[in-house]
């Protein structure tokens, strides 16, 4: 049985940092794309970031420049790196893993806000005060 087991996240002031784990038992990280999803109150999901199973990623451009994807392989685990983090950042943040080994990047980047992607975290808030 696969389960995503998500730590990191909170509340914090305009400008600061934060740092989002994930890791996965019951499946292998660099065998699928996985990424970070995020949903606020009243808005759709969005992909966030992405890692493709041969190693290349992809941002949001919302998020570009200030958030980074990474994975550790030893570790089984997927980070996600965010600064200069801004209110409209303030979400409730969801490590995501599915798509087999064939996607890209950036294609994972939108299938994987779609409910039948593959496997989800439970989810981690995120705010960001002004």
């Known amino acids: 049985q696969v389960q995503l087991v998500q730590s990191g996240g909170g509340l914090v002031q305009a400008g600061g940092s934060l740092t989002l784990s994930c890791v996965a038992n019951g499946m292998t990280f660099s065998s699928s794309s996985v990424g970070w999803v995020r949903q606020a109150p009243g808005k759709d999901r969005e992909g966030v970031a992405s890692?493709?199973?041969?190693?290349?990623?992809s941002c949001a451009d919302s998020v570009n420049g200030r958030f980074t994807i990474s994975r550790d392989k030893a570790a089984n685990s997927l980070y996600l790196q965010m600064n200069r983090l801004k209110p409209e950042d303030t979400a409730m943040y969801y490590c995501a893993a599915g798509g087999g080994s064939s996607l890209a990047a950036i294609e994972a980047l939108d299938f994987m806000t779609r409910p039948d992607f593959g496997y989800w975290g439970p989810g981690t808030q995120v705010t960001v005060s002004s």
């Open positions: 890692i493709a199973s041969e190693g290349t990623s």
